[in-house]
């Protein structure tokens, strides 16, 4: 025992040299300021003094700064302006203008409750308290704090009215209502105290408001002086609960409401601001507050209405507050002040004791040292991409699913759905149908705020083929006053189209707006998306498809069907379009991805591309760069369609087999002529499949099979003809129709080619037509049938297929060459390979179109070992089985259908370096090449035209284009980690 005390004294001893230097330097820094804070008030005369506890309105919004500031700053020496809604350059010019003519270093004040675009639309706004109250993860609430903070410093703002701490407890509140967290006590005060953390820990003086509560009012203090008629002990049980929690960790300000509280005041109208049984027995001496009080702004009617300017203000300082926020008529309240002063009225230790507060507060902020605001670049440094990211969670986090009948939501088995959206509210696409259109083939229709029964009752019947509805109430507004900015005839229609099953509500609105909807219970499913803007468009689209979980929770009572809290979880099981930050991906590297692909624009490798990026699932580059042709008069765009060559051999050749490997259709370890009779007497009869799949089963490289049917250069005539016919049925190209049964021709020149001598590696494409037919005899259906029915569809593909001209635009298929020998015109809509045109434009080998988003599905979907969107299309072992690598002992790299990374790593070869063993994919000639690395979790598409118009080019390989972003990804994602943001 003796031992241990004796231990237990000699650290104590040896702990006390640092712990007086922290000591120490902490008496130091008090002494900095305290000398500080003393001689600027020593230096002051009363009028300044008093000066300094007067903030002023700098403008009215979106109006110039006012002129009689500059007089004011030099005359009185005020405390601080407040900025209101202007121009982000001019308030920063402004804001040096005045520090610099300032005796006193000025606090610069604003309300920005959800950021600093409370006041500048030229920056990233955060979402309304409300919104924020859905959120289940707190933590995000101190991420916000904290860029909040940052945004403010960077524009030289010391001091944000903020946060909210009122308890939405009237839904008919027009004032607080969405700038609340909610009608929770506990969590309001949880989430305002993460906020108020975020912002003092990064050096912002948090201002809470509107004390004691403005939470329960139906009349805005702006314009009228509310009435709180409610008990001591129910204001100190509920509206004071989240003030007293933030007074116990260092609130660094509070502002007091415009108010009439019998229950605290019995002077009849009078306002709690002006009230000293409000603001200093309850504030000051019961509660014990301690830092700065500020009234709400001296020129709102809740005050002025019954007391004149110069009198407003030294009830004020009477009643106890530190700072007078914008007096009406600044003179008069200096003055009135001044006076009261030297009449004896006010103790002049009254103004020290404020005026000296006040000074420590700035010091605090660092404005004993002030430096002017740098304007450069100031819209990037707020609006950058990490404050878009936190924005995004924010977002995504709130989201909240009400109703979820039958877990509709996330929308499974997307063949058996025809869906069609209907927005209410807006006349054009926004990026809500823009996501839609990402996860499923989506009619949109629009309904404009203000629509006659003619134009619903057309819209009714446009919707009658379809067994889903969407309807998304977009062009809202926050509060009750017009029912939220939703119109009559809104309701109208969707009361209409509740006759009808199958609907889904996606509202854009306060979530109260819900309690307006008449027959809430015949909707299926309904999502509260809280505001109306691009990130909660893009991130609900997601949600319901499942790109993202559900996550929120009702922060306020809606109706008694949806009290507080309600909101049902989900999963997401499908790819999230998401950002690089959330990955922790440096956009370095994804910059080098951007000039590699427009060196290779430049170099005339391709006149364009899309270029997609997915880690876990999640989309985190995604983008088209350059224009169809070198013209350069058609930009290329994410959901334009490229020949995809032989990706067609995996994207849809491949997984078939592989799905008639699992039914027990097709064996792979049993000859090809098992399931094509015709090919027992041919010398193909002993092929396996197995062998096939990893070219290796020695057939030839290829058969041109065009050259036969020209004649001095031309086409034969007695196999073409220029116009469709019951002879000549099969397109080849615009104005080229090939004979029915040219397609025995072609197979007859398979089975009567040579085969190799050896069984070694060599890529072929002769076995995928034949692999083809087998599908179709097999299933006694196209192969372009057999893949829609089976994959594109359920998976809700809407951007790949065969015969594109018969689905799309021509203006939104890439062309691909120039063919001067075969077709002797620009290959557009029409499948490049001349094989592949001559059967029709459907084969095994090519034929298929994509872009670069659905192609990446059916690679993510296999990297999933077969898993998406709820369906399972593989087994976990089937998907091994073929991604595998067959034959490395006989020096082949392949998988079955699937290519794989070299046995031993050589530059210039099918992969880049960092791709694992266990990945896999393919290339195709158009300049083409998908790849999945389940070991990292790596998914990328690239896609051009690179035959454009010569097929001779070979710059892109050349160059490495394709293996060299790919690797430029795998040093994105494997340095996330230690790079970070």
């Known amino acids: ?231 001591r002990e129910r204001l100190d049980s509920i509206e004071l609960y989240p003030f007293k929690e933030l007074f116990k960790n260092d609130l660094g300000g509070i502002m007091i409401a415009h108010l009439y509280i019998p229950a605290y005041e019995k002077a009849e109208n009078t306002a709690s601001t002006l009230s000293q049984n409000v603001v200093t027995k309850l504030l000051r001496d019961e509660l014990g507050f301690k830092g700065l009080v500020v009234t709400d702004a001296l020129d709102m009617s809740g005050v002025t209405k019954y007391f004149k300017p110069g009198i407003i203000e030294q009830k004020a300082l009477e009643a106890g507050n530190d700072i007078l926020l914008l007096p009406q008529d600044v003179p008069k309240a200096i003055k ?89 509210g807006i006349g054009a696409s926004t990026k809500f149908q823009e996501r839609l259109n990402d996860y499923a083939p989506i009619k949109h229709f629009y309904l404009n705020k203000e629509s006659s029964l003619e134009e619903q009752h057309d819209i009714l019947s446009e919707l009658e083929p379809f067994n889903l509805v969407i309807v998304a109430i977009q062009n809202t507004g926050i509060y009750p006053a017009n029912k939220f900015g939703i ?79 309600t909101g049902t979880e989900t999963l997401a099981n499908r790819i999230k379009f998401g950002r690089p930050e959330e990955l922790k991906i440096n956009n370095y590297y994804l910059n080098k991805v951007d000039s590699i692909a427009l060196s290779g624009i430049g170099k005339k490798a391709y006149p364009g591309c899309q270029i997609i990026a997915l880690k876990d699932g999640v989309v985190f580059y995604n983008k088209a760069f350059g224009n169809q042709t070198y013209s350069g008069t058609i930009p290329v765009k994410l959901t334009d369609l490229y020949d995809i060559a032989s990706i067609t051999k995996i ?66 005539t007695s196999i073409y003809h220029t116009s469709i016919s019951e002879l000549y049925p099969i397109r080849v190209a615009e104005n080229i129709y090939i004979r029915d049964d040219y397609k025995y021709h072609i197979v007859d020149s398979i089975l009567l080619s040579p085969l ?51 689905k799309y635009a021509l203006s939104r298929i890439i062309p691909t060459e120039l063919d001067t020998v075969f077709r002797h015109q620009l290959v557009h809509g029409d499948v490049h390979d001349p094989g592949a045109a001559m059967l029709g434009g459907v084969s095994g080998h090519a034929g298929l179109f994509s872009n670069a988003t659905d192609l990446a599905v059916i690679m993510q979907m296999l990297i999933q070992n077969g898993s998406y969107g709820g369906h399972q299309y593989f087994t976990k072992q089937t998907v091994n089985d073929f991604t595998k690598c067959q034959f490395p002992l006989n020096e082949n790299r392949r998988g079955l259908g699937f290519d794989k990374p070299l046995l031993e790593y050589v530059d210039g070869g099918a992969v880049c370096f960092s791709a694992s063993p266990e990945s896999f994919g393919h290339s195709g000639f158009t300049g083409t090449y998908a790849w999945a690395d389940p070991q990292n979790g790596l998914v990328y598409v690239f896609l051009s035209n690179r035959v454009y118009p010569d097929a001779a080019n070979s710059k892109i390989m050349d160059l490495n284009i394709r293996t060299e972003i790919h690797e430029a990804f795998y040093h994105a994602i494997n340095n996330a980690k230690t790079i970070g943001n």
């Open 1 to 231: 025992m003796r031992k241990f005390c004796f231990t237990f004294l000699l650290i104590i001893i040896l702990t006390i040299p640092s712990l007086s230097k922290v000591l120490a330097l902490s008496d130091s820094l008090n002494l900095i300021e305290k000398h500080w804070v003393d001689s600027v008030y020593q230096s002051l005369s009363l009028e300044q003094k008093i000066g300094q506890l007067i903030i002023v309105r700098a403008n009215e919004a979106g109006k110039a700064y006012d002129e009689n500031i500059e007089k004011y700053i030099k005359d009185y020496n005020i405390g601080g302006v407040t900025f209101f809604k202007y121009d982000a350059l001019k308030q920063i010019e402004q804001t040096n203008q005045w520090q610099s003519i300032a005796q006193t270093p000025l606090f610069i004040s604003m309300d920005a409750e959800w950021g600093v675009a409370m006041r500048l639309n030229e920056f990233i706004k955060f979402p309304y308290q409300m919104t924020l109250g859905a959120i289940q993860k707190d933590s995000l609430i101190y991420k916000m704090g904290t860029e909040v903070a940052r945004q403010c410093r960077r524009l030289g703002i010391q001091m944000n009215f903020a946060p909210v701490l009122d308890i939405n407890i009237n839904p008919n509140n027009p004032v607080i209502n969405m700038r609340s967290f909610g009608e929770d006590k506990y969590n309001v005060t949880r989430k305002g105290l993460m906020y108020m953390k975020g912002l003092q820990d990064f050096g912002i003086v948090a201002t809470a408001k509107h004390f004691p509560g403005h939470g329960d009012t139906d009349t805005d203090s702006h314009a009228s002086l509310p009435i709180i008629n409610h008990s």
């Open 336 to 424: 009135k002040i001044k006076k009261a002063v030297e009449d004896g009225e006010i103790p002049e230790s009254r103004i020290e004791e404020s005026c000296k507060k006040i000074l420590a507060y700035k010091f605090k902020a660092g404005l004993n040292n002030p430096y002017p605001i740098n304007p450069n670049y100031i819209l990037e440094d707020i609006n950058n991409a990490d404050a878009n990211y936190l924005n995004q969670e924010l977002y995504e986090s709130a989201l909240t699913l009400v109703k979820n009948t039958d877990s509709l939501l996330p929308l499974k088995r997307l063949d058996t759905l025809k869906i069609a959206s209907i927005a209410i």
């Open 487 to 565: 119109s009559p005839s809104t309701f109208t229609f969707v009361d209409s189209l509740l006759k009808r099953e199958n609907i889904i509500l996606d509202l854009f609105a306060n979530p109260y707006a819900l309690s307006l909807f008449k027959n809430d219970d015949r909707f299926r499913s309904i999502l509260i998306s809280y505001e109306d803007n691009e990130f909660t468009y893009d991130l609900s689209a997601q949600l319901i498809f499942g790109g993202i979980a559900a996550k929120g929770k009702l922060p306020v009572t809606v109706s008694p069907f949806f009290p507080i809290n």
């Open 651 to 716: 994207a849809a050749t491949t997984i078939s087999v592989m799905k008639m490997q699992e039914t027990g259709q097709i064996d792979i370890d049993r000859k090809l002529s098992e399931y094509l009779p015709y090919l027992k007497k041919s010398n193909k009869g002993n092929i396996v499949l197995r062998d096939l799949l990893t070219h290796q089963a020695q057939f030839q490289a290829w058969i041109p099979y065009f050259q036969s049917t020209l004649t001095e250069n031309k086409l034969d």
């Open 756 to 806: 190799r001598e050896k069984n070694d590696y060599k890529y072929s494409d002769l076995g995928f037509y034949l692999l083809a037919a087998a599908i179709e005899s097999i299933n006694n259906q196209s192969m372009n049938q057999y893949v829609d029915e089976h994959f594109y569809k359920p998976l809700g593909l809407s951007n790949i297929s065969f015969l594109p001209r018969r």
